[in-house]
């Protein structure tokens, strides 16, 4: 069921699915036995806008907000938590951009 996702939200889920079954899934195990960072598959999200889901599109990102994020940590957390966590942790670098971003406005709007 779709619960009335935009076009957007759709292609993000269904791209994040598609990710999930044929990369993340055929490697799991091996990522879990070996205990290795799945850096092939961050590269492979980085390569198709991932990692700047809720970036401003004014900073290269796609502008979208924290739902569109959810719906491919979702779709990543059904093939292994392990990867999905560490796409997940990648958002923690969005505290410090929006807090910069926030501070460069208020010195601009004290400038006028």
């Known amino acids: ?8 939200q759709i292609m993000i889920r269904d791209l994040a699915r ?13 990522l879990d036995e070996k205990e290795e960072f799945p850096w092939e598959i961050m590269k492979t999200l980085a390569q198709s806008d991932f990692m ?5 599109e004014e900073y290269g990102g796609m502008g979208k907000g924290g739902f569109e994020f959810t719906l491919a940590v979702e ?7 392990g990867v999905s ?28």
């Open 1 to 8: 069921m779709d619960y009335f996702l935009t076009e957007d």
């Open 18 to 30: 598609e990710i999930a079954e044929e990369k993340v899934m055929p490697v799991r195990a091996e």
């Open 52 to 56: 700047g889901i809720y970036i401003p």
């Open 75 to 81: 779709e990543l957390s059904k093939a292994c938590l």
């Open 85 to 112: 966590t560490s796409y997940a942790a990648n958002a923690l670098g969005r505290i410090l951009f929006s807090f910069t971003a926030l501070m460069n406005r208020r010195k601009n709007i004290f400038r006028i």
